[in-house]
């Protein structure tokens, strides 16, 4: 799982959905690199 997913969600107005995203890649490894700062900008 990468962030991408999370990015596409929100250019298309769903940052609910991109939150989830991130938070799932946070639960399973919390130094994914940027995620912490993309779940900011949400």
Do not use: H, W
């Amino acid at each position: 799982m990468d962030s991408k997913r999370a990015l596409t969600y929100k250019s298309l107005g769903k940052a609910t959905q991109a939150k989830k995203d991130l938070e799932k890649i946070i639960a399973t490894d919390s130094d994914f690199p940027g995620v912490t700062e993309l779940l900011k900008r949400l």
